[in-house]
């Protein structure tokens, strides 16, 4: 068991898990979360014992909708049935059932998460779980749920609460825009974002694409999220939204802990024979074939663990990873994360998500002498008959080829996708070094001192 909370209030923490509210259409689970943290809070004065989470589930799901991100409210208050109802009425009324969001929420009154719940959220951040073991789990645990739709969202509402989020983190403040504004464009200030990205640097992340020159805090479809900043620090986040000056009114803001940005899908090291489809891990192994580029530049080789089980990884063109990948020759020790994906003919395929080069192999190149006089490189004469120079005809008898060294053009370290490429849970450069640990009273500490939610509406 985990204690999470204190134990000062007679009443039980109440955990809510919400996941699959949203479609292609719009709508998103962390706004629904938003208006019902905004609820807990002027409604029924909730007090809120940790940041709303956002937690990020394995990216290799093929049946996600976006971003496949679960939301977990963990709150402390009197009403918790009158909450219950609340609640259920508004994911009802405001998720898209029926155009592809399959809901499910959670309650769970209890103190302390249970070990087989703290399991079941660690299986969701790198393997599939079935809705039927989710419920299992939830019935064991005496966690009430409902299902929507198909009630997919069940195992990310419960991975969600089970997620306690107690090692490393990151914040993201989304801002919301108001129902008038919906799907109109967003505009923002890109020199104010750049800037602002500059100077918190390291300590926020992908808000801003130096190389490419891109602008990275405002999503694209017909969604209420106007921008999220993403960062290290809740303050420094809102901080960077607030000096955005965003000239259109917004209907507010909530700051998320979350697990993106922090490779937690990556964690576990597997072997090639554990590597089902859709799942994700790493490997340390050894690279087994040459490199090939393929049709849209797309690099593709094989890899091969310590037991010699192979497989193939492919490096997309899109991840600015293929000129190191298109580097690597046989032998090379490797590690990488990866993802595992399923190709059409039912080949099972790595999608590298980072590389680390921990050992080049030495590659020679046996050429022939060089003339003394001319520096051209000389021909064979036939075996063993030396070698001329079919400029100045100069002729050598007795050297043979001569071996050499051949640069091999890439260092070890670790190489990861370009900001564009990035998927919500890769943990980016400039994270590497300053992950952060977890302390409860830090939290709530920061919970008292920051307006982190705000749904009031106006500027921001
Ligand atoms: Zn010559």
Redesign the pocket.
Known sequence: MMMIGNNAFNTKILHIGIDDTDSINGRCTTHLSYLIAGILVKKFHAEFIDFPLLIRLNPNVPFKTRGNGAVCLRIKCNYYEKIKEEITQIVEKYSEIGYGANPGLAFYEENNISKDLLQFSKNAMDTILSKQLAIKIAKKNNIQFRLFGKGHGIVGALSAIGCLLDSDHTFETLAYRREQNIGKIRKTNDVKVKRLSDESYPYTYNNFDKKNSRILITPHGPDPVFCGIRGEDPLLTLFFLKNLCIEEELDGYMIFRSNQGTNLHLTKENKVTDMKPYTAGHINCEVATTPNTIKGGHVIFKIKDKYNCMLPVAVYQPTGLTKIAKKLTIGDKIEIGYGVHLKSNNQTTLNLEYLVVKELVRVFEVKNPV????S?S?KSEGKNKGYQ?S????RIGSVGKIKSEKDREINSGLYIPEPIAHRHLTKPLPRYGIEKRFDRFDIILMLKSITWIKNSGGLI
């Open positions: 003339c003394t006089k001319c051209k000389m120079c400029v100045c005809k100069t």
